[in-house]
């Protein structure tokens, strides 16, 4: 990565902090751990920072990961949550281990055609970091914008899915995610500024139907496109508007915040949190309590290092917590996998919004609720509530049918605009 120079900042008489050497070619890992509301931010006084982060941040070339679809994460992923989710919410592939199938789906012939479960992407493309690369909260710094912005958070963020069954991803099959960084702005006033990053990530399958048309040049050209996310040639082929040729599309907004001191986690650590009640009653919930042994599992599943999820006087004493906290993609999936109960099978999540808005903890009782728009039957609304009762995370899903069969172009390139929340 080229070197970068600040001394525009110095110009300036702005904070002035050295970058982060970023290991190239990986993916990262964050966690949801505070409140943040960009809304409610005033804007930074300080154009010069945001100018030359945002310019620095997302110059930084696409990240390429591939990774085989094996069913072993992806079992091991139904193992971890068998006790926690009721039979309902878990996949309809799933065998738990006490069931007359023992053979679980490595070795089940019938499983290459099992759907594969929507959010479970987020136990694949692991970093490959070595331990020298991490810092020293555990974390990687492959999206940071360096001192004194090293405390990371998840504030939210999308997912879309790709609704013709041809292009999703498929079990034992090669698979792709290019990530890159695609927005970066600075709210706060000086000294208590926070970096928002958003980084988009696409991923895509590699399976033989993918490329099933044209002659093999053409479909060497396209996969070659895709292994090297070619966004030049991709872009030229499906549009910049198109979920196509894409399994997964998902946007991550990150935070960074500056280093507490002691004083001030011990203060954050004394704090009572605000707590905001849903407004609405759901049509269906599910409580559940997650324990350290599911934080483990699912911080060794999406090897995540972070110590807020591991280490429990680090959480306390360095960040200000009263426990480990629970994954930001954790609850991702436990809130697809509720949400996905909610659904018939001919139905898929084509789209889902989400906000964290509240820390959830280890060895407390959280409750995720799905509740049906009553003015769109395609529409329901999911959150999750904390321990007492209020909101911690905010989601909205919007539901659409598989598509079994390929649709002529011209109907499938708008789809992407077809799914926007914003209307």
């Known amino acids: 990565m080229k070197s970068t120079t600040f001394s525009t900042l110095r110009r300036n008489g702005a904070n002035v902090f050295r970058p982060i050497l970023r290991p190239r070619h990986a993916i990262a890992r964050c966690s949801s751990a505070e409140t943040i509301s960009p809304a409610d931010?005033?804007?930074?006084?300080?154009?010069?920072?945001?100018?030359?982060?945002?310019?620095?941040?997302?110059?930084?070339?696409?990240?390429?990961?591939?990774?085989?679809?094996?069913?072993?994460?992806?079992?091991?992923?139904?193992?971890?949550?068998?006790?926690?989710?009721?039979?309902?919410?878990?996949?309809?592939?799933?065998?738990?281990?006490?069931?007359?199938?023992?053979?679980?789906?490595?070795?089940?012939?019938?499983?290459?055609?099992?759907?594969?479960?929507?959010?479970?992407?987020?136990?694949?493309?692991?970093?490959?970091?070595?331990?020298?690369?991490?810092?020293?909260?555990?974390?990687?710094?492959?999206?940071?914008?360096?001192?004194?912005?090293?405390?990371?958070?998840?504030?939210?963020?999308?997912?879309?899915?790709?609704?013709?069954?041809?292009?999703?991803?498929?079990?034992?099959?090669?698979?792709?995610?290019?990530?890159?960084?695609?927005?970066?702005?600075?709210?706060?006033?000086?000294?208590?500024?926070?970096?928002?990053?958003?980084?988009?990530?696409?991923?895509?399958?590699?399976?033989?139907?993918?490329?099933?048309?044209?002659?093999a040049d053409k479909k060497k050209r396209r996969r070659d496109a895709l292994l090297k996310m070619d966004m030049k040639q991709l872009e030229k082929r499906y549009g910049t508007e198109s979920v196509r040729p894409w399994a997964v599309v998902e946007e991550r907004n990150l935070v960074f915040m500056r280093e507490k001191s002691r004083e001030e986690a011990k203060e954050d650590l004394e704090k009572v949190g605000r707590v905001v009640k849903p407004t609405h009653t759901p049509d269906f919930s599910v409580s559940l309590t997650p324990n350290a042994a599911l934080l483990f599992r699912f911080s060794a599943l999406s090897f995540n290092a972070h110590r807020i999820h591991l280490d429990q006087q680090y959480t306390r004493e360095v960040e200000g917590h009263r426990n480990l906290l629970v994954h930001g993609p954790l609850t991702l999936v436990l809130m697809l996998s509720v949400l996905r109960s909610q659904i018939t099978e001919a139905k898929m999540v084509l789209r889902f919004d989400y906000r964290n808005l509240a820390p959830l903890y280890v060895d407390e009782e959280m409750r995720i609720c799905v509740r049906r728009d009553p003015e769109r039957e395609d529409k329901l609304d999911v959150w999750v509530e904390g321990r007492d009762g209020g909101l911690a995370v905010k989601g909205t899903a919007i539901i659409g049918d598989v598509e079994l069969e390929r649709q002529k172009e011209t109907k499938r390139e708008p789809g992407f605009k077809q799914l926007d929340l914003r209307d």
């Open 41 to 215: 931010i005033p804007t930074a006084e300080s154009p010069a920072l945001q100018n030359t982060l945002h310019a620095e941040l997302t110059s930084r070339p696409i990240n390429t990961s591939t990774d085989y679809i094996s069913p072993i994460p992806w079992n091991l992923l139904n193992v971890s949550l068998s006790d926690f989710l009721p039979p309902s919410c878990q996949p309809r592939s799933f065998k738990p281990v006490d069931s007359e199938d023992q053979a679980g789906p490595a070795n089940n012939p019938n499983f290459v055609s099992t759907p594969f479960p929507q959010g479970y992407h987020l136990v694949y493309f692991p970093p490959p970091l070595t331990d020298r690369s991490l810092l020293p909260d555990g974390t990687d710094s492959l999206h940071s914008p360096g001192a004194p912005f090293i405390k990371r958070l998840w504030g939210g963020g999308s997912l879309v899915f790709n609704q013709e069954k041809r292009l999703q991803l498929v079990p034992n099959r090669l698979a792709v995610c290019g990530e890159e960084i695609t927005n970066v702005k600075v709210k706060g006033v000086e000294g208590q500024e926070k970096v928002f990053v958003t980084v988009k990530r696409r991923i895509a399958s590699l399976a033989g139907g993918v490329f099933r048309a044209g002659n």
